[in-house]
């Protein structure tokens, strides 16, 4: 059965350890997850874009699928059904309508208030259906922007907005922006994160679960097999491990992983091609990839999230 995302993170944040968000993109993916975490006793939120929505057929097949699969295979760990991202009132009215336990009203690109007014209106009407409600204020850092003082102040999160924020919309989680973003390019040199300010945050709203997106790590070696196997991913560069694992500690409690998956998949699918040329089967390097996205599931559970069974 679904569950909405409340207990898992309230455990997490006092427990100091990261629920993982996978996003989904096909059944394959999200076979793959459940597996995993049915392995590891974890519970996880799947991500659905609107992007990934579309290309499954629409909301309602993805929680139809999900639903259907979560029964057939007997999945007993908590999952939540989450919307990432969502733009805009109605397309958070149509997840909730149709089954999603959770919904991300992405107001970031509005103004503080503005973002407050759209938020307020999405828990308002979430919470009267049972579902909770994550928001973001704050903008991803994109590879392009340099990280001086100035940019950093102009777009990272500022404590006491958030503060204000959370008090005002009544979100159940917030998303922040310390300096990671979406994709493999996220830093040109090196990586850093402003561990500072999410110190601040989470000291002024403890009782907030924080989110981190754009948390995953682009392995070397993964870029490194799409690469040899024809890929041409150059300069890839993710948040490190370390960084992840320090940030569970700092109170981030949701931690956002889609590129990591997608690279696993395509490494894996690129390798069994190349190996099997004659192979024209989708079901024979589908399988394999599922297999390479259910092993890093595995990994970021137990090596980073710091989950324990
Ligand atoms: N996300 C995933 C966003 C995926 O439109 P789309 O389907 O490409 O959107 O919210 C993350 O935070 C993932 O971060 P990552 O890129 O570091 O994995
Ligand atoms: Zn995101």
């Given at each position: 059965m679904l569950v909405n995302a409340t207990e898992m993170l309230i455990k997490a944040r006092d427990g100091h350890y990261g629920v993982p968000q996978f996003n989904i993109n096909n059944l394959e993916w999200t076979k793959a997850v459940l597996t995993a975490c049915e392995e590891m006793k974890s519970p996880v939120i799947l991500g659905v874009s609107e992007g990934a929505g579309k290309y499954m057929t629409g909301f309602k097949t993805v929680a139809a699928m999900v639903d259907a699969m979560v029964d057939s295979m007997g999945i007993t760990v908590p999952v939540a059904l989450h919307l990432d991202h969502g733009g805009d009132f109605e397309i958070c009215k149509a997840c909730i309508d149709g089954g999603f336990t959770s919904v991300m009203i992405?107001?970031?690109?509005?103004e503080f208030e503005e973002n407050i007014a759209l938020t307020k209106q999405v828990v308002e009407y979430a919470h009267a259906h049972g579902v909770v409600v994550e928001a973001e204020l704050g903008k991803l850092a994109g590879?392009?922007?340099?990280?001086s003082v100035d940019a950093r102040s102009a777009t990272f999160t500022d404590p006491a907005e958030a503060a204000e924020f959370v008090e005002r919309t009544g979100v159940d989680s917030l998303a922040i922006a310390i300096g990671t973003s979406h994709?493999?390019?996220?830093?040109?040199?090196e990586p850093y994160l402003d561990f500072e300010r999410l110190q601040e945050i989470h000291r002024l709203i403890p009782d907030t679960p924080l989110v981190l997106h754009?948390?995953?790590?682009?392995?070397p070696e993964f870029v490194a097999r799409c690469n040899e196997y024809g890929g041409q991913i150059p300069g890839a560069q993710g948040v490190p491990e370390e960084m992840i694992r320090a940030a569970t500690k700092y109170g981030i409690c949701k931690v956002n992983i889609d590129t990591d998956l997608r690279l696993a998949m395509t490494a894996e699918i690129r390798r069994y091609l190349t190996e099997h040329?004659?192979?024209?089967?989708p079901r024979k390097y589908l399988g394999p990839a599922r297999d390479a996205i259910r092993r890093m599931v595995s990994h970021k559970i137990t090596d980073v999230l710091g989950w324990k069974k």
């Open positions: 992405d107001g970031s690109k509005h590879v392009e922007d340099n990280i994709g493999a390019y996220k830093f040109k040199g754009g948390a995953s790590t682009v392995l040329p004659a192979d024209f089967d």
